[in-house]
């Protein structure tokens, strides 16, 4: 399995990035897909998941201001990032597992793409 992340960059606070996860090697139309971020001297934390029939879940700190999708067609997950605050600086990563459930316990990584946010 195989993920890969682009659409980072820099961006002013109240900005717009949309990051990409494209898979390779397998479908991810039967998986649970999530992004997931990690600021420097922080733990890593989930953003958004998606799974394999739509449904999704957000962290509190997204409130209203990232949709994740998923374009199983493309083979693609995405996340919409609006309203970027500096305190969304972080690496950001996309992972797949069997469903929303098992996404802490194991999975697929991808790479990272780094999200920095100016004031």
């Known amino acids: 399995v195989q993920l890969q992340a682009s659409g980072g960059g820099l961006v002013q606070a109240g900005g717009s990035l949309r990051l990409s996860c494209a898979a390779s090697?397998?479908?991810?139309?039967?998986?649970?897909m999530a992004w997931y971020r990690q600021a420097p001297g922080k733990q890593r934390e989930l953003v958004a998941a998606?799974?394999?029939?739509?449904?999704?879940n957000y962290a509190d700190f997204v409130a209203g201001r990232f949709t994740i999708s998923r374009d199983n067609a493309k083979n693609t997950v995405y996340l919409q990032m609006n309203n970027l605050k500096p305190e969304d600086t972080a690496v950001y990563y996309c992972?797949?597992?069997?469903?929303?459930?098992?996404?802490?316990?194991?999975?697929?990584w991808g790479q990272g793409t780094q999200v920095t946010v100016s004031s």
């Open positions: 992972k797949a597992s069997l469903t929303i459930a098992t996404m802490s316990t194991f999975g697929s």
């Open positions: 090697t397998y479908t991810i139309r039967d998986y649970a």
């Open positions: 998606i799974a394999s029939g739509g449904t999704t």
